[in-house]
């Protein structure tokens, strides 16, 4: 998903360049819906609108992404998602956020990969403070902290729930698993290397 970052510290951000042509949540039909989630049925376009209240109240977050979060994590960071689940004023609007905290040398691993494979070409850039720093939608990236502090970023999205994806994780904890005899085939390695990598990632991240 395509998304700016705003950082607090030098980050090293890369992503593999591909041409893709993406589609964007659909437009809204009308000017906001706060999302009703104790709705059961999900439309195409976001949750069920539940009546406007009165304060203001389903617009406003101001607490959960002030804290940083826990970065004592095998990746060295962690996400702290501000997504439509707990934000229902952005239902069917598109937009999200999300604050990473990273602790020194912490790194948020390859994600969100694109659909177009046909050129494999790597951009990298470090990002620093006061920064930003867009990344197009879909396009496989990661982040790395080399500076000398802890970081933090905030993150927004061009769609209600983005979700993610942890391309680690998809092929090596992935619940069923992917058949280890498929790993080896497409990753060129012996069944010995997956099945220690599937070991790291059993328990996720």
Same mark, same amino acid.
């Given at each position: 998903?395509?998304?700016?970052?705003?950082?607090? @510290?030098?980050?090293? @951000?890369?992503?593999?360049?591909?041409? @893709?042509?993406? @589609?964007?949540?659909?437009?809204?039909?009308?000017?906001?819906?706060?999302?009703?989630?104790?709705?059961?049925?999900? %439309?195409? /376009?976001?949750?069920?609108? &539940?009546?406007? %209240?009165?304060?203001?109240?389903?617009?406003?977050?101001?607490?959960?992404?002030? &804290? !940083?979060?826990?970065?004592?994590? +095998? /990746?060295?960071?962690? $996400?702290?998602?501000?997504?439509?689940?707990?934000? +229902?004023?952005?239902?069917?609007?598109?937009?999200?956020?999300? *604050?990473?905290?990273?602790?020194?040398?912490?790194?948020?691993?390859?994600?969100?990969? %694109?659909?177009?494979?046909?050129?494999?070409?790597?951009?990298? *850039?470090?990002?620093?403070?006061?920064?930003?720093?867009?990344? +197009? *939608?879909?396009?496989?990236?990661?982040?790395? /902290? #080399?500076? &000398?502090?802890?970081?933090?970023?905030? #993150?927004?999205? /061009? %769609?209600?729930?983005?979700?993610?994806?942890? $391309? +680690?994780?998809?092929?090596?904890?992935?619940?069923?698993?992917?058949?280890?005899?498929?790993?080896?085939?497409?990753?060129? #390695?012996? !069944?010995?290397?997956?099945?220690?990598?599937?070991?790291?990632? !059993? !328990?996720?991240?």
């Amino acid at each position: 998903m395509g998304y700016s970052k705003t950082l607090a @510290a030098g980050l090293f @951000a890369m992503l593999f360049l591909a041409p @893709a042509v993406l @589609a964007t949540d659909p437009d809204p039909l009308q000017d906001f819906c706060v999302a009703d989630l104790d709705g059961k049925a999900v %439309s195409v /376009n976001g949750h069920p609108c &539940k009546p406007m %209240s009165e304060d203001g109240d389903d617009f406003l977050f101001s607490s959960k992404l002030a &804290k !940083a979060g826990n970065t004592s994590t +095998p /990746n060295g960071s962690t $996400v702290t998602e501000l997504d439509v689940a707990e934000w +229902p004023g952005t239902n069917t609007l598109g937009v999200s956020m999300n *604050r990473v905290d990273f602790a020194l040398g912490g790194h948020q691993p390859a994600a969100h990969p %694109s659909p177009c494979h046909r050129d494999r070409h790597r951009d990298e *850039r470090v990002v620093r403070a006061g920064e930003t720093f867009l990344i +197009p *939608r879909g396009l496989m990236h990661f982040q790395f /902290n #080399v500076g &000398k502090t802890e970081a933090s970023m905030v #993150v927004s999205f /061009n %769609s209600q729930n983005p979700g993610i994806v942890f $391309v +680690p994780l998809m092929l090596f904890g992935s619940n069923p698993p992917i058949p280890t005899p498929v790993l080896t085939k497409a990753l060129r #390695v012996e !069944a010995g290397v997956v099945e220690l990598l599937k070991s790291k990632f !059993a !328990a996720g991240f």
